[in-house]
């Protein structure tokens, strides 16, 4: 019964994460919002970045006295690999704040694991380093990957039988390749201890960089992905892929041009698609949405925004 929202802190410069949770019930029934925050995470240790709260789809409500799930990113071990993910439980008391709790419900601080796809051998896209590596026709100006964030969503869902699971991607390079690509993850029953990482696949099948990606699953427990593609002679575009419930473990299907870009960014900022979505249609809990953008002309922000509808055969 809450909205809950993160956010960077510190002027300038990185100092840690701030999570926020408002009352939602008051907020519905036009009462004044209390709410509880938790902030400066990571400020002591830098380990807490990019923190990304759950977003809840579909029609099978959580469990009762279910908490919010956050993952962010551990910003030390970014610099001191194998690289890692937290997941917290934030339980925010309203009438009580000082009762809330930001743990791993569990009495530790977190639950931590790899990030990395069972083989070890990705990296953070632009070479680990973040920032602008992903070319465009005629220009000299290179995108920015958001490299080893979480991307919005960590999409929640609960699919009945004691099985829940959180979905997203992040970008990636796979070692030895200075192409960016997509890295899925699916965790199920995020309350156990720990949690168990289903999923866990890196998608770069060629030269074209793909990244800035979105996931979302259906009520069967299919997963949908969309992302952004470019290079230096491919102009920005969209492709959507996924896998099906009953696929192979740690397997994507084949993808779908559904927008070819016809242009390049030439803006300094360098900055690209902060960020992209797949959401669900609650009218068949079948239909995936997506949104993103593309360059329809080379200039330096000549973006245009497409939304996407589809669905897998077997979700009716």
């Known amino acids: 019964n809450a909205y809950t929202f993160s956010s960077a802190t510190g002027a300038g410069s990185y100092v840690g994460s701030r999570v926020c949770a408002f009352d939602r019930n008051a907020m519905l029934a036009g009462a004044a919002a209390s709410s509880v925050c938790f902030s ?19 029609s099978i409500s959580p ?15 970014l610099n001191n690999p194998p690289y890692s993910l937290q ?17 791993d419900g569990f009495g530790g601080a977190f639950d931590s694991f790899a990030q990395m ?7 953070g896209s632009c070479g680990d380093g973040g920032g602008q590596c992903v070319p465009q026709p005629g220009t000299t100006r290179k995108l920015d990957t958001l490299s080893m964030r979480p991307m919005y969503r ?5 699919l009945g039988a004691n099985r829940e699971t959180l979905v997203f991607t992040e ?16 965790i199920r029953n995020p309350t156990t201890n720990p949690p168990v990482i289903y999923t866990n696949v ?10 800035m990606g979105g996931a979302a699953t259906d ?29 192979i473990k740690n397997s994507i299907r084949g993808e779908i041009n559904v927008q070819s870009g016809s242009g390049s960014q030439t803006s300094t900022a360098q900055r690209w698609g902060d960020y992209s979505t797949m959401q669900i249609d609650p009218s068949d809990d079948c239909t995936f949405w997506y949104t993103q953008e593309y360059i329809v002309n080379t200039a330096s922000a000549d973006w245009a925004s497409r939304i996407f509808g589809f669905k897998f055969n077997n979700c009716q």
């Open 40 to 58: 400066a995470l990571g400020a002591a240790d830098g380990t807490h970045f990019a923190a990304l709260p759950a977003d809840f789809e579909g």
């Open 63 to 77: 469990p009762a006295n279910e908490t919010e799930f956050i993952l962010n990113g551990d910003w030390f071990s």
């Open 87 to 103: 997941l917290r439980r934030f339980h925010p008391d309203f009438v009580t704040p000082a009762n809330s709790t930001y743990t």
């Open 117 to 123: 796809p069972f083989d070890n051998t990705v990296i």
């Open 154 to 158: 960590l999409a929640y869902r609960n």
């Open 171 to 186: 970008s990636i390079d796979p070692v030895g390749s200075a192409v960016a690509g997509i890295q899925l993850i699916e």
């Open 202 to 211: 890196a998608f770069n099948p060629d030269t074209t960089n793909r990244w």
């Open 219 to 247: 009520k069967l427990g299919n997963i949908g992905i969309g992302y952004s593609v470019s290079s230096s002679t491919l102009s920005p575009g969209i492709r959507l892929a996924g896998r099906l419930r009953n696929d």
